[in-house]
């Protein structure tokens, strides 16, 4: 292969031309015989002008730049004292270029003293290269007749390297002359430099340009479904300017693009008439040779054609369809109506429809029929069918003229002319740059998961700023996929949600399946998704004595004092006394910072005595950040105004450049007071926050980010009226909790109403802006404790008592004032636990391939739940390779329990009916209440509810929420008997009496003297 700037020309001898200069005609050709290369002609890999350069045999003569006289005499060269002249009567001169009747032409003066030019076939001189190789091996003549300079002559002009060789102090030296040339005469010609090798020994032309050689040529893997494997590719600078490179990459399937106008094709068809099949009409049938006036992928065509006979008469020009077939097969048919004739009505003319309906010339494009590449081949015989589509008597004929049909072309693609992401190919790096004479190597990955089996080709496109041609080079890879033999886990369904009452259960189905090759072994696990906002409350709140120190919310003022001390003591600072946490895993945070310095920092929480400076200073007054979403890029805040930021400001800070971004200030929030923390909880995605106010207390916000609005959870509440919650942070599992600086206590704290509880005492007495959050990997509660007068130390705090264990001394004695641990929150699979409702029938199996999937019944069990909706996980884990660990979500729906309402007869006789009712909960209960005969209502009562009268012997139980026993008391009538005397003299007694229903009243009945009854 030659390389760019070598040109070869074939040029036959020619003899007896005339000259001015006789002198220059003496027969000198001289040869000390060609290298046997099995090429004709030896190349080496060349050095980079550098390692040239490098060599104290060589010597180099750069921007000589001398052009050459276009004159009879022409211009002259000593290689070793670099004198010039534009002469030709100084035989000191070892090359003179010159007109020779009209043509660049070659003088080596005293032939017989070595000074000659390279050729490759003894006739004329060679266009050389880089990486050619001038020496004793090669071929040299010293022909002064312009025949011999053909190949500097050429029309598109020339820029190459001649080789010579010359006599130097009886040493023959080789090397190397760059010549420009111009057009078929060689003129204007200029000399620009040269190099030779004083030590007599061979030279080999450099690079002086960059110059990329990539190895491998090409990669082939061969792997099983699910692996990966790795390939070295090299990328090196064989020139001597630095190389930039990129590799993108090329699938072996393309989408469409716009064809190449230049290449359609017309294909005429005679003019025709389709009459319909109804009328004993048949197909017109056409065959077009193609691929005859240009050669291309054919990707679609367009129709035109001229109409008539249908004016007036129901028939479209769209009624007629064309179905198009091409030499290999690839067909598509369009137009039509109805569905009686096969493959019409697919796909639609431009001209559709009822539109098509009077005489005329209609046309319709149809590009990205078939994809490209490669398209539908062209060459070969194209069958054109036209089909009159209306199957119907009333359907006429339709004269068809001027018809063409003309294919849409691209040209054949060169590879890497669509680059596209691959998903089974990456490479590391993707880019670079390699300097001159060195190489970088590349690391080429293939992976087969997701894969079927089967043969996946792509291109790696090496793009460089080559400059000899290698611009872009194209390295296949293809990657064979075989059938791997392991199990394939399914599980339908996906999620499970079922419903009972409180008190009841429900049994749901998952199915693991095996939809691999080998036996399939399986695990289930539980996991809680979500837990109740008041699980981590203490039994018995913890409680102590009232403290009035009066902690403040705010950073401490710089003691000056104390800043001179700590710098007289800081000849061995105190953390370096504490042991390092050695190859246990970081714990990376950020916070900013205030009392002895004001930035913004990074920090492991394990290594407190080293602080990371992002930027310094940091806008005062953030004490409330947290990380949202596992982004730990973007370090949320709420500003307390006083300071840079006005109150209530919100937005991110970037860790990595510490620079504050506001995004607003909040509304729905206090105009005053200080925002002390914030925590994102992971369960729910929510964003809370407390700020304290001297008229408000401690408040809870739930922070809407993306509107900038803040809702009131509530006022916390179950501490000391001074209470300070100086810190608040959420739990893997949602649990929050707080720190009271006032108390010095760790609490409990209810999201969803800010209720507080408190779990015990820190054991420290903390003071002024401190923070604390949770490592949720671990579910660790980290505490940046500050006590005052920089006494700060990081501890971790026991969230069952509120203990605290020191881990060591904050660098400066630093209050961390928003301190936020940047790890993300785990799968919740990865730590399951018992989830007391939710049971399996078997917690583990085995499926062999081609066997029926595993029933796996799911109970969820209400017997201890209340009314509301539980969240957990089913955690599937199996040996498939690919896919080791499935979460099933499971929601349960527990609705409350119907109540059962009794009624019966307290006290006297009646009757109340129903006797028993069945009330779903929340509903009411009715009564009828029917005392007996003589007998009267005294009382409807009910333990847990309360029934009343409706009107006349009906009765109400509202909002039955529990079971209830309702008894009726009735109570007997009562009559008043009087007696009275109504004539004559006597008397009765008693006068008045009262008698029940259905007693007997008596009386006594005395007659006067003298009176009888």
């Given at each position: 292969?030659l390389?760019?700037?070598?040109?070869?020309v074939?040029?036959?001898?020619?003899?007896?031309?005339?000259?001015a200069?006789p002198?220059?005609?003496?027969p000198a050709?001289?040869?000390s015989?060609?290298?046997?290369?099995?090429?004709?002609?030896?190349?080496?890999s060349?050095?980079?002008?550098?390692?040239?350069?490098g060599?104290?045999?060589?010597?180099?003569?750069?921007d000589?730049?001398?052009?050459?006289?276009?004159?009879i005499?022409?211009?002259?060269?000593n290689?070793?004292?670099?004198?010039?002249?534009?002469?030709?009567?100084?035989?000191?001169?070892?090359?003179?270029?010159?007109n020779?009747?009209?043509?660049?032409?070659?003088w080596?003066?005293g032939?017989?003293?070595?000074?000659?030019?390279l050729?490759l076939?003894?006739?004329s001189?060679a266009?050389?290269?880089?990486?050619?190789?001038?020496?004793?091996?090669?071929?040299?003549?010293?022909?002064?007749f312009?025949?011999?300079?053909?190949?500097w002559?050429?029309?598109?002009?020339v820029?190459g390297?001649?080789?010579?060789?010359?006599?130097n102090?009886?040493?023959?030296n080789?090397g190397?002359?760059?010549?420009t040339?111009?057009?078929?005469?060689?003129?204007?010609?200029?000399i620009v430099?040269?190099?030779?090798n004083?030590a007599?020994?061979?030279i080999?032309?450099?690079?002086?340009?960059?110059?990329?050689?990539?190895?491998?040529?090409?990669?082939e893997?061969?792997?099983?479904?699910?692996?990966?494997?790795?390939g070295a590719?090299?990328?090196a600078?064989l020139?001597?300017v630095?190389?930039?490179?990129?590799?993108?990459?090329?699938?072996?399937?393309?989408?469409?693009?716009?064809?190449?106008?230049a290449?359609?094709?017309?294909?005429s068809?005679?003019?025709?008439?389709v009459v319909?099949?109804?009328?004993?009409?048949?197909p017109?049938?056409?065959t077009?040779?193609?691929?005859?006036?240009?050669?291309?992928g054919?990707?679609?065509?367009?129709?035109?054609?001229t109409?008539?006979?249908?004016?007036?008469?129901g028939?479209?020009?769209?009624d007629?369809?064309?179905q198009?077939?091409?030499p290999?097969?690839?067909?598509?048919?369009?137009?039509g109506?109805?569905?009686?004739?096969?493959n019409?009505n697919v796909?639609?003319w431009?001209?559709?429809?009822?539109?098509?309906?009077?005489?005329?010339t209609?046309?319709?494009v149809h590009?990205?029929v078939?994809?490209?590449?490669?398209?539908?081949?062209?060459?070969?015989?194209?069958?054109l069918?036209f089909?009159?589509?209306?199957?119907?008597?009333?359907a006429?004929?339709?004269?068809w003229?001027?018809v063409?049909?003309t294919?849409?072309?691209?040209?054949p693609p060169?590879?890497?002319?669509?680059?596209?992401?691959?998903?089974w190919?990456?490479?590391?790096?993707a880019?670079?740059?390699?300097?001159?004479?060195?190489?970088d190597?590349?690391?080429v990955?293939?992976d087969?998961s997701?894969?079927a089996?089967?043969?996946?080709?792509?291109?790696?496109?090496?793009n460089?700023n080559?400059?000899?041609?290698?611009?872009?080079?194209?390295?296949?890879?293809?990657?064979?996929?075989?059938l791997?033999?392991f199990?394939?886990?399914?599980?339908s369904?996906?999620?499970?949600?079922?419903?009972?009452q409180?008190?009841?259960?429900?049994?749901?189905?998952?199915n693991i399946g095996?939809?691999g090759?080998?036996?399939?072994?399986?695990?289930?696990?539980?996991a809680?998704a979500?837990?109740?906002?008041?699980a981590h409350?203490?039994?018995?709140?913890w409680?102590?004595?009232?403290?009035n120190?009066?902690?403040s919310a705010?950073?401490?003022?710089?003691?000056?004092?104390?800043?001179?001390?700590r710098?007289?003591e800081?000849g061995?600072?105190?953390?370096?006394?504490w042991?390092?946490?050695?190859a246990?895993?970081?714990?990376?945070?950020?916070?900013?910072t205030?009392?002895?310095?004001?930035?913004?920092?990074?920090?492991?929480?394990?290594?407190?005595g080293?602080?990371t400076?992002?930027v310094?200073?940091?806008p005062r007054?953030?004490f409330?950040?947290?990380?949202?979403?596992d982004d730990?890029s973007?370090?949320?805040?709420?500003?307390?105004?006083?300071?840079?930021?006005?109150?209530g400001a919100?937005?991110?800070v970037?860790?990595?450049?510490?620079?504050?971004n506001?995004?607003g200030?909040?509304?729905?929030?206090?105009d005053?007071?200080?925002?002390?923390?914030?925590a994102?909880?992971?369960?729910?995605?929510?964003?809370?926050?407390?700020v304290?106010?001297?008229g408000?207390?401690?408040?809870?916000?739930?922070i809407?980010v993306?509107?900038?609005?803040g809702s009131?959870?509530?006022?916390?509440?179950?501490?000391?009226?001074?209470?300070i919650?100086?810190?608040?942070?959420?739990d893997?599992?949602?649990?929050?909790?707080?720190?009271?600086?006032?108390?010095?206590?760790?609490f409990?704290?209810?999201?969803?109403?800010?209720?507080?509880a408190?779990?015990?005492p820190?054991?420290?007495?903390?003071?002024f802006?401190?923070?604390?959050?949770?490592?949720?990997?671990?579910?660790?509660?980290?505490?940046?404790?500050?006590?005052?007068?920089g006494n700060s130390?990081?501890r971790?705090i026991?969230t069952s008592?509120?203990?605290?264990?020191?881990?060591?001394p904050?660098q400066?004695?630093a209050?961390?004032?928003?301190?936020?641990?940047?790890?993300?929150?785990?799968?919740?699979?990865v730590?399951?636990?018992e989830?007391p409702?939710l049971t399996?029938?078997?917690?583990?199996?085995s499926?062999?391939?081609?066997?029926?999937?595993?029933?796996?019944?799911?109970?969820?069990?209400a017997?201890a739940l209340?009314?509301?909706?539980?969240?957990?996980?089913l955690c599937?884990a199996s040996?498939?390779?690919?896919?080791?660990?499935?979460?099933?979500?499971?929601?349960?729906?527990?609705?409350p329990?119907?109540r059962?309402v009794?009624?019966s007869?307290?006290?006297?006789?009646?009757?109340?009916?129903?006797?028993?009712?069945?009330?779903p909960?929340?509903?009411?209960a009715t009564?009828?209440?029917?005392?007996a005969?003589?007998?009267?209502?005294?009382?409807?009562?009910?333990?847990?509810?309360?029934?009343?009268?409706?009107?006349g012997?009906?009765?109400?139980?509202?909002?039955i929420?529990?079971?209830?026993?309702?008894?009726?008391?009735f109570?007997i009538?009562t009559?008043t008997?009087?007696?009275?005397?109504?004539?004559?003299?006597?008397t009765?007694?008693?006068?008045?009496?009262?008698?029940?229903?259905?007693?007997?009243?008596?009386f006594?009945?005395?007659?006067?003297?003298?009176?009888s009854?």
């Open positions: 292969m390389v760019a700037g070598l040109t070869m074939a040029a036959p001898p020619v003899f007896g031309q005339a000259s200069d002198a220059k005609f003496l050709s001289e040869s015989g060609p290298v046997d290369t099995g090429e004709g002609y030896a190349r080496v060349p050095p980079s002008i550098e390692a040239l350069r060599n104290p045999d060589i010597v180099i003569v750069d000589v730049n001398f052009p050459v006289a276009n004159t005499n022409g211009s002259s060269i290689w070793v004292t670099g004198d010039t002249c534009n002469c030709d009567t100084d035989a000191d001169f070892d090359f003179n270029p010159w020779n009747n009209g043509n660049l032409s070659f080596w003066w032939g017989s003293n070595s000074r000659a030019g050729s076939n003894g006739t001189y266009v050389l290269g880089a990486g050619d190789t001038i020496g004793p091996a090669s071929t040299f003549i010293s022909v002064g312009s025949t011999a300079t053909v190949n002559r050429q029309a598109d002009n820029d390297y001649l080789g010579f060789r010359f006599d102090a009886g040493t023959v080789y190397y002359v760059r010549l040339t111009t057009g078929t005469t060689g003129f204007p010609a200029t430099s040269y190099a030779y004083q007599g020994g061979p080999t032309i450099p690079f002086t340009t960059p110059v990329i050689e990539v190895s491998p040529a090409s990669f893997f061969t792997l099983e479904q699910g692996d990966s494997d790795t590719l090299q990328i600078n020139g001597s630095t190389l930039d490179w990129d590799i993108e990459f090329e699938p072996s399937l393309r989408g469409p693009r716009s064809h190449d106008p290449l359609d094709e017309v294909l068809v005679p003019d025709f008439t319909s099949p109804a009328s004993g009409g048949t017109e049938v056409f077009v040779p193609a691929g005859i006036l240009s050669s291309g054919v990707v679609g065509f367009s129709f035109e054609g109409v008539s006979g249908i004016t007036g008469n028939d479209w020009a769209s007629m369809c064309l198009i077939e091409g290999d097969g690839s067909s598509f048919s369009v137009g109506i109805g569905a009686t004739i096969p019409c796909n639609t431009d001209f559709q429809g009822s539109g098509s309906n009077e005489d005329g209609y046309a319709s590009d990205d078939w994809p490209f590449p490669p398209g539908a081949a062209d060459q070969g015989d194209w069958t069918t089909i009159h589509s209306w199957d119907s008597a009333s006429n004929p339709m004269d003229s001027n063409t049909v294919l849409h072309k691209l040209p060169e590879p890497c002319d669509f680059p596209a992401a691959v998903s190919l990456s490479v590391d790096p880019s670079g740059s390699t300097a001159g004479g060195s190489a190597p590349v690391e990955t293939v087969s997701g894969l089996p089967g043969d996946y080709s792509a291109n790696l496109c090496i460089s080559d400059t000899l041609g290698n611009e872009r080079i194209v390295v296949p890879v293809d990657l064979t996929v075989e791997t033999i199990p394939e886990i399914e599980v369904p996906t999620s499970l949600s079922g419903t009972a409180e008190g009841a259960s429900t049994d749901l189905t998952l095996n939809l090759t080998a036996e399939l072994i399986w695990s289930i696990d539980e809680p979500a837990v109740h906002p008041r409350f203490p039994a018995i709140p409680s102590a004595a009232g403290d120190r009066q902690a705010h950073f401490e003022l710089l003691d000056e004092e104390w800043l001179a001390k710098e007289v800081a061995v600072p105190e953390w370096a006394a042991p390092l946490r050695g246990a895993d970081p714990v990376p945070a950020f916070s900013t205030s009392f002895s310095r004001f930035d913004y920092v990074s920090l492991d929480a394990l290594e407190p080293a602080l400076s992002i310094d200073p940091v007054l953030i409330a950040q947290t990380f949202i979403d730990f973007q370090h949320f805040f709420i500003a307390t105004g006083g300071e840079t930021l006005p109150q919100y937005g991110f970037d860790t990595e450049t510490g620079v504050a506001q995004l200030v909040l509304s729905g929030v206090p005053t007071g200080t925002w002390t923390s914030a994102w909880e992971p369960t729910s995605g929510a964003v809370y926050a407390v304290r106010s001297p408000d207390g401690n408040q809870l916000f739930e809407d993306a509107a900038g609005t009131l959870v509530g006022q916390i509440t179950g501490l000391g009226s001074d209470a919650v100086i810190a608040i942070a959420i893997g599992s949602g649990l929050m909790y707080g720190l009271d600086v006032n108390a010095d206590v760790l409990a704290l209810d999201k969803t109403d800010a209720t507080a408190v779990i015990g820190l054991g420290v007495d903390a003071n802006a401190q923070d604390m959050d949770f490592d949720r990997s671990t579910n660790t509660l980290y505490w940046a404790s500050y006590l005052g007068s130390n990081m971790i026991d008592t509120g203990a605290t264990t020191l881990i060591g904050i400066d004695g209050e961390l004032l928003s301190f936020s641990i940047a790890l993300p929150m785990p799968p919740s699979c730590t399951p636990a989830v409702w399996v029938d078997a917690d583990s199996g499926i062999q391939p081609g066997a029926p999937a595993d029933e796996v019944v799911v109970t969820l069990d017997s209340t009314e509301g909706t539980y969240n957990a996980l599937i040996n498939d390779p690919v896919i080791p660990l499935i979460e099933v979500p499971v929601e349960f729906v527990v609705d329990a119907d059962i009794t009624a007869v307290g006290t006297g006789q009646g009757d109340i009916t129903p006797s028993v009712q069945v009330v909960s929340g509903d009411d009564f009828t209440v029917t005392p005969f003589g007998w009267s209502v005294d009382s409807v009562v009910g333990d847990t509810c309360t029934p009343v009268n409706t009107g012997d009906q009765w109400l139980a509202e909002n929420i529990e079971d209830c026993a309702v008894q009726a008391n109570v009538n009559y008997v009087t007696a009275s005397v109504a004539s004559g003299e006597g009765i007694t008693p006068p008045s009496q009262s008698v029940d229903h259905g007693s007997d009243a008596t006594t009945v005395t007659p006067a003297t003298g009176w009854l």
